[in-house]
């Protein structure tokens, strides 16, 4: 396998005066291994994030091949810095975007940023699992013909992939351009099992590499399918990120799509034949613990990414939080879990064996008498709208107990984490239901101490 260009760029660094930041000059604090050596910054000798010209432009057109983009940006801010330039780069002050009402927390962030007005799309529930419904995107076009863009957010938590094909060609038909948040997709650019974002016909889409791929955290990428928009979305870019990107980060991100290029494919196909033979199994020994997606399987349109294990452990007796804990006690961690799901993401980077020690002790697991769980109702009806976003976030605001809150108007966002997906946006007005839910949730974003973040005048 060739060596990436930028891990290449940064071993020739090595053996040099570091006259320069950052402070560390390459040697590590004592147990911290050698990442440290790699850390530099902007040099005659390694390039620049923003105006590239050597190793990261290189590593830009690899990576834009990899997903049959036109274009390529790298991203060391995650995936949320790559949301928030789409969104500045396609929706003029104050114009229209529309996006699930379940999207990714940093979507309202850039609709504050950008000063968007957020059309909100309502997720439908099927078999415990939320999906956003092409034909609702449809309607929402129909009803908002200034909306310049559509934000859809694919795969989700979950790995449920709306119909992102038809949600394309509704959205330029009707003149605007369609953004994908695919930060749980980027190991589609190498399997045939789902297309990416881009082959639905997507305008721009990020992925967090780091979340499925072996990258560090923060790693991500950017893609333009029209590379005459890069200039732009690079411009937005730079109003959002850091102007000091890790190049350790960079470079793990090269080194993922080199990988991934090569003997990382097949490891990929492994990974489904993997997944499809552990439910196989499971359902043989445990049928009570249930493939949550198989309950989307019927609905036109839909599909569900095999390479994220969503267990319904309900029929068993147990909720997904129930089963989380289990799990961790005999030091299996999984990703998250709700009162009816726990997530699993298996990938490439898995030491042999690991999906079959999570059997084991999944089989091990004495039944019970099933649950019957209602569904939850906090955020899928659409709240009282007060105030624009923009104005609510920026405006002065308190901290208000959640006792109290209820009826006030939120200057923040706020919802369980993970999944990041807001109950509450700023401008909306709190009820007693978001209240009860941020309550009981164990762990969440926007919510400091047990209050909420409110106008202050309101």
Not at 186 to 207: E, F, K, R, S, Y
Not at 308 to 333: C, F, H, K, Q, W
Not at 392 to 409: E, I, K, Q, Y
């Amino acid at each position: 396998m060739p060596q990436p260009p930028i891990p290449a760029m940064l071993a020739k660094m090595q053996g040099r005066v570091r006259m320069h930041m950052p402070g560390h000059k390459g040697d590590a604090p004592p147990g911290f291994g050698d990442v440290f050596a790699w850390d530099v910054t902007e040099l005659p000798a390694t390039d620049d994030l923003f105006a590239p010209k050597r190793a990261i432009a290189r590593a830009e057109k690899l990576a834009a091949a990899s997903a049959c983009a036109g274009h390529t940006l790298l991203l060391t801010g995650g995936a949320t810095a790559g949301v928030l330039a789409m969104v500045l780069s396609a929706v003029p002050p104050g114009g229209a975007l529309i996006l699930p009402r379940d999207c990714h927390h940093s979507a309202l962030s850039a609709c504050v940023l950008a000063d968007a007005r957020p059309v909100f799309v309502q997720p439908r529930r099927h078999g415990g699992l939320l999906y956003t419904a092409a034909e609702d995107v449809e309607t929402a076009l129909r009803g908002c013909p200034d909306a310049t863009a559509v934000l859809l957010t694919r795969p989700d938590y979950k790995g449920v992939c709306a119909d992102a094909a038809r949600v394309a060609q509704a959205a330029h038909a009707a003149g605007a351009v369609l953004l994908v948040d695919e930060a749980h997709g980027a190991h589609l650019n190498w399997t045939d099992v789902i297309p990416n974002a881009g082959a639905c016909g997507a305008d721009m889409w990020v992925q967090s590499a780091h979340k499925t791929l072996p990258a560090l955290t923060g790693a991500a990428w950017l893609h333009v399918r029209d590379p005459r928009g890069a200039d732009r979305a690079r411009a937005m870019l730079r109003l959002v990120h850091t102007s000091s990107p890790s190049f350790p980060i960079l470079a793990s991100l090269d080194s993922a799509r080199a990988y991934m290029d090569g003997p990382g494919t097949q490891a990929l196909a492994a990974l489904y034949a993997a997944a499809a033979d552990f439910w196989s199994a499971l359902g043989q020994r445990r049928p009570g613990l249930r493939n949550a997606h198989t309950n989307l399987r019927q609905i036109p349109g839909l599909c569900c990414d095999a390479a994220r294990l969503v267990i319904d452990p309900t029929a068993m007796g147990y909720t997904g939080s129930e089963l989380r804990a289990i799990l961790s006690n005999e030091d299996i961690d999984v990703e998250m879990a709700d009162a009816r799901h726990t997530v699993l993401i298996p990938s490439v980077s898995d030491p042999p064996g690991a999906l079959d020690r999570v059997l084991r002790q999944l089989c091990a697991l004495p039944a019970k008498p099933p649950l019957t769980l209602s569904e939850p109702s906090a955020g899928e009806r659409a709240p009282e709208t007060v105030m624009g976003v923009r104005k609510a976030a920026l405006a002065p605001a308190r901290w208000v107990s959640l006792p109290r809150a209820a009826g006030r108007v939120a200057a923040a966002c706020a919802g369980a984490y993970p999944p990041g997906i807001p109950l509450v946006v700023p401008g909306e007005r709190i009820s007693q239901e978001t209240v009860r839910a941020l309550a009981q949730s164990p762990q969440c974003f926007g919510v400091r101490r047990g209050s909420l973040r409110c106008v202050a005048s309101l």
